[in-house]
């Protein structure tokens, strides 16, 4: 897989976000070679406090394969799961999570606690990190700056 590629169109949906006056960031869902779901931050937009990037590619992931067992697939995400979404993610089923920035404040992979590789469960997700970190991350630093500038 090309990782460099597939994080790129997960930053393209954060861009759009950032556009939307949301957190920028970003997912892309892939089956194969195959992106079967794309999806920015809507929480703002929508006024959801669960419409982040990767619940929302998940949702459209699932209702495109026509079953919530998303076996197979891997999330590619500019930044790493909150709690949340690292619970959907194994729910899911999913095969791999390919993520860009470390949340150091409520990451749940890598950062504050790591779910998805937890023996408790009875499913967990190989963790690929710091695929484009700098981007990442830069996009993510542009826009609490101008919400400083501007808030």
Known sequence: MDHHFYMGEALAEAKKSLA???????AVAVEGQRIIA???NRRETW???TAHAEIIALREAARVR?????TGITLYVTLEPCPMCAGALL???????????PDFRAGAVDSVV???????????VEVIAGIREVECR????????????DG
Do not use: C, M
């Not at 026509?66 to 998303?70: F, I, K, M």
């Not at 089923?93 to 920035?101: C, T």
């Open 38 to 40: 794309r999806a920015g």
């Open 20 to 26: 939307l006056g949301e957190v920028p960031i970003g």
């Open 91 to 101: 729910q899911a089923r999913v095969k791999r999570l390919v993520y860009g920035a």
């Open 138 to 149: 830069e996009l993510l630093k542009l826009f609490f700056q101008q919400l400083r500038r």
């Open 114 to 124: 790591n779910l998805v590789e937890n023996q408790r469960f009875d499913h967990r």
């Open 66 to 70: 026509g079953n919530w067992r998303l």
């Open 47 to 49: 006024g959801d406090p």
